[in-house]
């Protein structure tokens, strides 16, 4: 069996001459990010608090946002769930705002009848 030249040169240099430390890195990858869906507060929203069905829009993006989550799609799902928050922070609000101002319509033509 005849060498070639280059397999004669490798062998003649032997193995690597570099004998300091090895440097590696590592990347951690994480497979399960959590991205919160408010799909509770979101069906709260809808059964009790639900001013011009901003209740049901919010459940609609949130369960929009678990789908994306299940299917791998962090960005999307990240998406629609800030669309769900909003959705129900805007929706507590205006119930919040008109349950407040039914008890205090109410307090004042209580009172009035009254005298």
Same mark, same amino acid.
């Given at each position: 069996?005849?060498?070639?030249?280059?397999?004669?040169?490798?062998?003649?240099?032997?193995? !690597?001459?570099?004998?300091? !430390?090895?440097?590696?890195?590592?990347?951690?990858?994480?497979? %399960?990010?959590?991205?919160?869906?408010?799909?509770?507060? &979101? $069906?709260?929203?809808?059964?009790?608090?639900? !001013?011009?069905?901003?209740?049901?829009?919010?459940?609609?993006?949130?369960?929009? &946002?678990? %789908?994306?989550?299940?299917?791998? %799609?962090?960005?999307?799902?990240?998406?629609?769930? &800030?669309?769900?928050?909003?959705?129900?922070?805007?929706?507590?609000? $205006?119930?919040?705002?008109?349950?407040?101002?039914?008890?205090?319509?109410?307090?004042?033509?209580?009172?009035?009848?009254?005298?």
């Amino acid at each position: 069996m005849e060498m070639t030249k280059e397999e004669h040169e490798l062998a003649f240099m032997g193995g !690597p001459q570099n004998s300091g !430390p090895v440097m590696s890195t590592v990347v951690h990858i994480q497979t %399960d990010t959590v991205v919160r869906d408010h799909i509770v507060w &979101s $069906l709260f929203n809808t059964l009790f608090f639900n !001013p011009c069905c901003l209740g049901f829009v919010a459940f609609a993006y949130s369960v929009k &946002s678990r %789908d994306r989550r299940m299917v791998g %799609d962090v960005i999307g799902a990240r998406s629609y769930a &800030s669309t769900a928050k909003c959705l129900n922070i805007c929706a507590l609000t $205006l119930a919040l705002l008109g349950l407040v101002s039914f008890l205090i319509h109410f307090i004042v033509l209580s009172t009035s009848k009254q005298f």
